[in-house]
């Protein structure tokens, strides 16, 4: 099974900065998703392919990474950004989600 | 406008059984895999199952192997996913999710979800 490890675990950021979240994974993989989840709500796809944004993401949200080390930027963060964050590999079943990124209002 | 509106959850004692059902519209049911994530309570993420658009190919996360089966009826549009034996560490919300593109699994949709608390 590969294990996702996200960093920080929660990251306090005021509106308006830049925000990076980081996801290792335990072993290279090429397939690798962004979701945000609210509360209360379903998981939303933000990046796929570690790097694609999913249809309806403003730009200021961007991935990159490769092998085992992957980011998400979040530019200018807006109030409707603040939530929890998961990364996912999709190259190999058992699929595996991080343990999550909260971002917090500072 | 794609739509996944999950079934089937409730209040179910250690050892019981239980079916989820997920109802999809708006896009070519068949042409993609869909799978099952739940999330545990204040928990993340977890892949339970996943299955094909058409050959019906299936996969399970170990923890539910054996007691667990996904299956789909295209001419429903519908997918199932029967649990059996089911354990207290199965309590967890269950989503629907359509994978993005044919059998690569990123979600781009997923439905509302469905609680299932297993308890005595």
């Known amino acids: 099974e590969i294990v996702m490890t996200q960093s920080p675990a929660t990251l306090s950021v005021s509106p308006g900065e830049r925000a990076t979240l980081s996801c290792r994974a335990s072993?290279?993989?090429?397939?690798l998703a962004w979701y945000q989840q609210k509360p209360g709500q379903a998981p939303r796809l933000l990046i796929y392919?570690?790097?694609t944004r999913a249809t309806g993401i403003p730009a200021r949200f961007s991935g990159s990474g490769s092998g085992t080390e992957f980011t998400l930027i979040i530019s200018s963060l807006q109030s409707e950004d603040f939530a929890v964050y998961y990364c996912q590999q999709y190259n190999n079943w058992p699929l595996t989600f991080g343990g999550g990124t909260k971002v917090e209002i500072k | 406008e794609v739509q996944l509106v999950e079934s089937g959850g409730g209040l179910v004692q250690p050892g019981g059984s239980l079916r989820l059902s997920c109802a999809a519209s708006?896009?070519?049911?068949?042409?993609?895999?869909m799978s099952w994530v739940r999330q545990a309570p204040g928990k993340g993420l977890e892949g339970v199952s996943a299955?094909?658009?058409?050959?019906?190919?299936?996969y399970y996360a170990d923890s539910v192997k054996g007691r667990f089966t996904i299956s789909r009826d295209n001419s429903k549009n519908t997918l199932y996913l029967q649990m059996n034996s089911l354990r207290a560490e199965d309590t967890a919300v269950y989503y629907c999710?359509?994978?993005?593109?044919?059998?690569?699994?990123?979600?781009?949709?997923w439905g509302q979800g469905t609680l299932v608390t297993v308890s005595s």
């Open positions: 072993q290279s993989v090429t397939n």
């Open positions: 392919g570690a790097s």
């Open positions: 708006g896009f070519t049911f068949s042409n993609y895999a």
């Open positions: 299955i094909s658009g058409s050959t019906g190919t299936t």
């Open positions: 999710a359509k994978a993005g593109s044919g059998w690569s699994h990123y979600f781009d949709y």
